[in-house]
Structures are given as C-alpha cells and as structure tokens.
C-alpha cells in the first residue's frame, strides 16, 4: 500500500504522568475522520529527543501526514524541533521571517531565549493561521503543531483545509446477539470483502439495549451497503435491533 | 537505563476512526503515577497484526511491564493473542482451565467460536480478578487487558497490585513569568540535576492567573525539594505566585 493516511506523535510528560489528559490525540482523531484521511497510529513519547526521533521516523514510514503535538517554545524540555530535525535528516536553522514575529511579538524586552522559537528544520514552510500570532512549522509531510489545545485546534484546521481527503461511508448495526454467536458471520464477510472494514463492539451494561455493535466503513458507500445486506441476510434471524 | 518502567498498546480501530475516545490510556497514566511506575510510551495501533506486533515488539525493548488494550474477543478483529504471541516468539495454544471457564460461562448453547477466549500465548499465567469471570492474560510482561473500559479498570487493578512501585514526589510552582524569562534559569537546573523531571507548562487562559507552571519530579522528595529550593532563589524575583 506504501505510506498513506496520517499519523500522530503526541510529546508529553505531562500525558505519559497523568498530569493532564490529552485533548489533542481524539481531536485530531475526529477531524481527520471528518475529513475522510485515515488516523494509522498515534504515539506518545516523553519530551526527550531520541524517543521523539524515533516516533517520528516510525510514523513516517507507514503515513503520509504526521502531526506532532506539543514540545514547540523555548525551554529546556521544547525538542521537537531538534527531533524532527533530526529524524528528517536535516539541519536546525533559524528563520528570519518568524525572528521577525518572535520580536513582533514580544517587544523590545525580550529575553533571548524567546528565539528560539525562530528555529526549525531547514527548508521547513510556515502556514499562517488567523488570530495566531505563530505559524505552523511545516517541513517534509511533517507538521510541528503547539501542545495547548486552543492553539493546536486552531492550527489544525488550518492544515487540514489545505490537505486533500474523502470521507467515510459508516453504518453501524446494533444486536441482541453476542459476540460468539455473529463471529462465524463475521469471519466470512472480512474474508469477502477485505476492503470494507468491519468493527465488532460488546457493550456489557445492559442498560444500553443491545448487545454487540458492528460497524462497516469504507470510502465507497456502495460497498458499505453491500455489505450491510449481506449481515441483514447472514446474522442469526431477528438479532439485528436497529441499522444507523 | 535498560527496560523499567511500563508501556501501553491500545488496540483500536474504533480510538483511530474517533468513533469511541479512549479512557484507558488515561486510565492507565493515572492508575501508573499512582503507583509509582514510569509510563515510558504509549500508542495506538489499528486490529491488525503486523502493527500490533510491531508496536509490543518497541515497547518492549524499553519498558519492563507492557498493558495492552483491546482486541480480546472471539470476532474476526480480535488479533492480541495471535500478534502478542508473534512478538514473542511463542506459538497460540488452547489453555485447557480457560476453556473451562468458558464453557462454564456461556452454557450449553455456547457458539463453537467462543472457544477462541481460551486461546493465549504458550506459557501464559492467568491472573483471576473478583467479579470478573475471564482472567487476565500474563506472559514475559504483557498483561492483555480488554478493551472494555469497567473490565479494563478492574483488571488493571489486579494487575497493579503485584507489581513494586514508589510513589513520585512533584511539586508544581505557578508563576507570573513568561517562558523565555525562566528558560535560563530551567536550561542550568536541568542541565545540575538532570535525575529530577523539570516540566514547563504555559497557560494563555488569562483567567488562569498564572502565565506558566512548572513541575517539579522524582522518586526522592529531598531532590524535589532542593531543585525547588533552587527555583525559589533564582526565578525572576517575584515571579512565583504560589507553590503546591
């Protein structure tokens, strides 16, 4: 299949210790889905550079678009920059056209370190976003977005807006059956049709009504109707409680 | 360093299509602090075995205690055992007390497909959990946990009670400051004392009050307390207005 879709790289201690709880993964997550480009892995690592470099350059071989999330600023533990850099080959440099808006931005009194905000991989392209004052770093497929959730929202749609993408068709159909009793059903339709991708979801508090959700998903929705009719056929009489 | 710590492998075509948010990372991250245990890496796989295989195979060269999630079943996409199994070199086998289980939990009527729960990786242990009639899967480090949130919390527990852990000692210190002010004094203490985790949090809330928090971390209180005693004496004067 070679690469294709995208994938995640969320950089957070503060994930990985549960001092926060990542907003910026099942955002991403939703959009893409929204804008039909399929999510094939997300990772977090801790804020430190081999363990970046090394999700980075994993991420890249199966996806076309990464995102990373957070390790953007100009502290000791902001090394996305660095890793990225690193796992694309390329030098860190600093750009004169976001120096201009780090000193833009914070005034004559600036300490110095707020350049380093001006770094970035070299031959990496900014995309403005509105009511932001920092650019998206893009470089190589690769986009470097800011952990704070309002920023990172913001600058995600920007990129998205620009990215190329087909949404999904998806049913899903609610059972009174279990799980055993449909898997033999199951198993023949993901042999007959691999295309389709076919979820099976036990949902064990009875006050939900049912008990198995299948979905069937694909970018063709004829073949999702395909599909479901065969379950409508094939899944034991009477268990289908209601098709979405 | 060599593997410590613990890594999680969520499994799950329906966290990367955004139709359910998961709560058992979080879970996890959380139920791991607690304890005392470093979370190294998290990521999410689709059901498919060559990328479950690859991510356990990872996470294993880093971490010592390896949680999957998810993919625990007798449907078509249910793929942990067999791709845990791989990673591990060992062959699937039909684990005689679990099919036990099994029959005993479905009854006469059960679907042959079932029996599939009774599969595990050879040389699996089986950790019984109160109130939970299936076990949970232990082998060379890797607790396969289902993907069921309220199975997974239970489950979790049971396995975290087995395992050693100390407690962290963090300290978090609310400050007026902007990042490229303390970043000095953050790149010299890192730089000191690099056992103790240094976290830089910027917050653009106004409503906040503060402008960035920095987290202070490690297994030892009195290293906490001496880089805070540090942080106190060279952050810009005034700059912190509290410290937890």
Redesign the interface.
Known sequence: MGRYGAAAVIIG??????????LN??LL??R??DRGI??????????EID?IV??VS?AREIARYLFTSGGI??????VTVRAVALALGRNVVRLPSVEQMVRAH?GPS?????L?LAEAPEGTELLRTEGIWYPVLHCDGVYLLPG?P??FGHQLDAVLAQLPGTP?ALRSLYLSAD??????V??RL?ADMPLV??????E??RRAGYRVKV?V?NVERALVEEAVGRLERELPQGSILRIE
Chains 1, 2 share one sequence.
Do not use: W
Not at 13 to 22: F, G
Not at 73 to 78: E, F, L, Y
Not at 179 to 184: K, V
């Open positions: 201690n503060e994930v990985l210790t549960a001092k926060i709880q990542d993964g099942p997550a939703r893409l889905r399929p999510l094939r892995s997300m990772s977090t690592v801790p804020d363990a090394e999700a994993r600023g100009p502290t000791h533990d902001d914070y600036m300490a110095p370190q707020a380093r704070v309002q920023l999904l799980e055993p009793q449909i898997a033999p199951l198993d993901a991708a076919i979820g099976s979801y036990p064990f508090d979905t998903e």
